[in-house]
């Protein structure tokens, strides 16, 4: 079995939680308590644990988010399709990103409840993941 990644992020309270990543984008719920949860995003292991200070959202996309990167279009999709069902805050809809370049991809941003945004992508060209070293485009103009 491959390496899992493993992510530990604030939230606020667990249901809400739960309702967010469980119901809505479809995580595994692991051990649980009223201070924290593990959740299983496609294998990987995320903890949230809840925190007194206020949660306040970052100026844009930039510096901190997290995601996920699907190998196929109709897993992107079909995860798409179930935020879109679930009704999940979209932080930016689904666009391309570099049409027509190497490094083509797809994307779109959520936003769960406490400010924690996550993108998800797919990448025309898998070599665009790691590789295309001679490219220096790396996400979107950052934001103001």
Aim: glycine share 6%.
């Amino acid at each position: 079995m491959p390496p899992l990644f493993h992510l530990s992020f604030p939230v606020a309270n667990i249901p809400q939680t739960k309702a967010f990543y469980a119901d809505g984008l479809g995580c595994g719920v692991g051990r649980e308590n009223p201070e924290s949860v593990i959740l299983d995003l496609y294998r990987h292991q995320l903890v949230a644990h809840v925190v007194r200070e206020p949660l306040t959202p970052q100026k844009g996309i930039y510096p901190r988010h997290f995601g996920l990167i699907f190998t196929t279009e109709s897993e992107w999709e079909a995860l798409l399709e179930r935020a879109q069902h679930h009704n999940l805050t979209f932080y930016q809809q689904a666009k391309h990103r570099f049409s027509g370049s190497p490094l083509e991809h797809r994307t779109f941003f959520l936003q769960d409840p406490f400010h924690n945004l996550m993108e998800f992508k797919f990448y025309r060209d898998p070599a665009a993941i790691f590789g295309s070293r001679e490219f220096t485009q790396i996400g979107d103009m950052v934001e103001g």
